[in-house]
Each structure stands twice: as C-alpha cells, then as structure tokens.
C-alpha cells in the first residue's frame, strides 16, 4: 500500500488538511486499486451517543470511493448514493475504511465502499459517481 496523493481540495470536509473542521482522513492505495483508511472518528462526529452520526458515516463511504475514482486518474462527482447502516459505527475506535472503483461505463463509475470493525462489516455503500472535468469541478472556486 502507499499514500494516495490528494488533489486540489485543500479544504474539503472529508480530506482537506485546511478544513480544522473536518474529518482530515488519510488513504492509502494498493496496486489493484483498493483504497484502504484507517482512522478514528472524534467525538464532535456523534450521532446516536457514544456512535458515528449517520450523516458522517455516508460521507466516509462516498469519500472512499472518490478516492477509487481518483486511483484510476478519474475526476467525478457522486450521482448516486446508497449506505446500509448495518450496526453502529462507534467514535474513537479505530475503523477501516476500504473501497474500490468496480466498472466504467462511459461517464458512469460504479464504485463500492465498506467501514469495518475488527472485521465485522458495520456498514456498506455503492455509488454512481459522473465523470466531470477539471474545469467544472473547479469553476465556484473563485466565488
Ligand atoms: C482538481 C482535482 C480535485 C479532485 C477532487 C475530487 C472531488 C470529488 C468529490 C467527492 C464526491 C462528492 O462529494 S461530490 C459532491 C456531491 N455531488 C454533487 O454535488 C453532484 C451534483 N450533481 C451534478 O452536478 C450533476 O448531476 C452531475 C455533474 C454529477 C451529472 O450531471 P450530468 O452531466 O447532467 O449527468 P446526468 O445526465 O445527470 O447523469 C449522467 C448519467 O447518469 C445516469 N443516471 C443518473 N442517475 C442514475 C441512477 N440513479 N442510476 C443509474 N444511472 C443514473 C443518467 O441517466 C445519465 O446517463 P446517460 O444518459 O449518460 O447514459
């Protein structure tokens, strides 16, 4: 595995080392692609106590598997989001997060995303992510 270098998104909720607020995650990429971080989610994330906010979860999902994208050069924005929420997902314990790009077709990528905990799958997500250009996903930039 290896640190997957990050774009411009500086700021950004899920991995931007600029945003104080946000979750600041690390992936790291394999050789076939699977994203892989691993990371324990503060407490100012809670949803039911002493659990990850719903929300939050989804995010961590859709924020791997953009990271999938990202492993194969492909710049996209989330179309489609499904979460199963199969058990809590518990603040300040160490969780991995894994996903992987699955297939292409034209602007469509189809990707898949799990959060587990010492190896029981807490929950699970797929996603439609459309290909977008640079251009696009940075024309509000300078707002
Ligand atoms: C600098 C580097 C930084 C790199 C930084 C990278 C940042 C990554 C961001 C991380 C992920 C996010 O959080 S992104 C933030 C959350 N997402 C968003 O805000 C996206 C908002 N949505 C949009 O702006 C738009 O819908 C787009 C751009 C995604 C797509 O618009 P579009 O180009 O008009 O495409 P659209 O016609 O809607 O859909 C494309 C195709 O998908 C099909 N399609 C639509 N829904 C479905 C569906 N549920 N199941 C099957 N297929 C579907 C349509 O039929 C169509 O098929 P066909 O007719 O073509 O066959």
Do not use: W
């Amino acid at each position: 595995m290896r640190p997957l270098a990050h774009g411009a998104a500086h700021h950004c909720f899920g991995c931007g080392k600029a945003n104080r607020s946000g979750l600041r995650l690390n992936f790291l990429v394999s050789d076939e692609g699977l994203i892989v971080c691993r990371t324990k989610i503060p407490a100012r994330f809670e949803g039911p106590p002493g659990y990850v906010h719903g929300g939050v979860i989804a995010t961590l999902l859709d924020e791997a598997m953009s990271k999938a994208n990202r492993a194969c050069n492909v710049i996209a924005m989330t179309r489609h989001l499904e979460v199963d929420y199969r058990r809590p997902v518990p603040l300040r314990s160490t969780i991995e997060i894994t996903a992987r790009h699955l297939k292409a077709e034209g602007r469509k990528h189809f990707c898949e995303a799990e959060i587990r905990l010492h190896g029981e799958t807490l929950a699970s997500g797929k996603a439609l992510f459309i290909a977008v250009t640079k251009q696009f996903l940075l024309s509000r930039t300078k707002d």
